[in-house]
């Protein structure tokens, strides 16, 4: 794969496949099985999965943004690629805040692309993302973040299904003798979320939300829901939600070390 000047499709895997575009530096989308990576000259700008709250759900549920400032920015910096700034610039949300969340969100998803490493599908070359560049992250640092946390969530609990499929509680299950993170994790599962649906609920972040459930499947108070013939409810929207983030300091951390790269 050289010369990245036209969409191409690949049968290697897709961390196979971001490492042959950093080391060509390309600037596109890669698009796998679980979502898109966006690279700039060969480093990851953003990720997107179906299975993690996007950075929208994470700041208009937290309360960090209202959805009316969040809508604005889109409208005037989507077609430019420049929503990010645009939140910055007017003064709806601190740069810093910003970073943290995005490099957040990023993580999330791309656990999900990355960690059960699938065929990647193509790459479209010069794509970008309408959010635009907020920080760039090296493709290895990303892989290796990935790596890092699947090892952990299957040292609390070797089943990956727990990630992606709706859940249901056992029926003595009760949330009053937990943590208080777990005990309003638990709370959301009704056999009918999933993860990512809880963790979009409750404004958390997805990787949070996984560890806590792993950790109540291993207790026995969480299962794999059997398959529903209906369809899912909405999530519920709870207002005033505290995003409380015991990894923000970690993630300013790396933010730091990137700099310092």
């Known amino acids: 794969m050289t010369g990245v000047t036209a969409t191409w499709t690949?049968?290697?895997?897709?961390?196979?496949?971001?490492?042959?575009?950093?080391?060509?530096?390309?600037?596109?989308?890669?698009?796998?099985?679980?979502?898109?990576?966006?690279?700039?000259?060969?480093?990851?700008?953003?990720?997107?999965?179906?299975?993690?709250?996007?950075?929208?759900?994470?700041?208009?549920?937290?309360?960090?943004?209202?959805?009316d400032g969040w809508w604005d920015a889109v409208d005037r910096g989507g077609t430019q690629a420049r929503v990010g700034h645009r939140l910055v610039d007017s003064g709806r949300l601190a740069a810093g805040a910003l970073e943290v969340c995005h490099l957040g969100a990023l993580f999330d998803a791309a656990y999900f692309l990355l960690a059960h490493d699938t065929r990647a599908h193509r790459f479209r070359p010069g794509a970008v993302h309408w959010l635009g560049?907020?920080?760039?992250?090296?493709?290895?640092?990303?892989v290796r973040e990935s790596d890092r946390r699947r090892a952990l969530l299957d040292r609390i609990w070797p089943s990956p299904d727990i990630d992606t499929v709706p859940l249901t509680r056992a029926p003595d299950a009760g949330a009053a003798d937990l943590p208080v993170r777990r005990g309003r994790i638990l709370t959301q599962v009704d056999g009918v979320r999933t993860a990512a649906q809880i963790a979009s609920a409750l404004a958390c972040r997805t990787y949070h939300t996984l560890v806590e459930?792993?950790?109540?499947?291993?207790?026995?108070?969480?299962?794999?829901?059997?398959?529903?013939?209906?369809?899912?409810?909405?999530?519920?929207?709870?207002?005033g939600v505290v995003w409380d983030d015991p990894d923000t300091a970690l993630l300013r951390r790396l933010r730091h070390a990137l700099e310092a790269l």
């Open 10 to 67: 690949t049968h290697e895997t897709t961390s196979a496949a971001l490492g042959t575009l950093a080391a060509e530096g390309a600037t596109g989308a890669l698009s796998g099985e679980r979502g898109i990576v966006y690279l700039s000259a060969g480093r990851v700008v953003h990720v997107e999965s179906a299975f993690a709250p996007d950075l929208q759900a994470l700041l208009t549920r937290s309360g960090a943004v209202a959805p």
């Open 133 to 142: 560049a907020v920080r760039s992250v090296p493709v290895e640092v990303v």
């Open 213 to 239: 459930l792993r950790r109540l499947a291993a207790d026995g108070l969480v299962t794999a829901a059997p398959p529903a013939s209906t369809p899912p409810t909405p999530a519920p929207q709870p207002h």
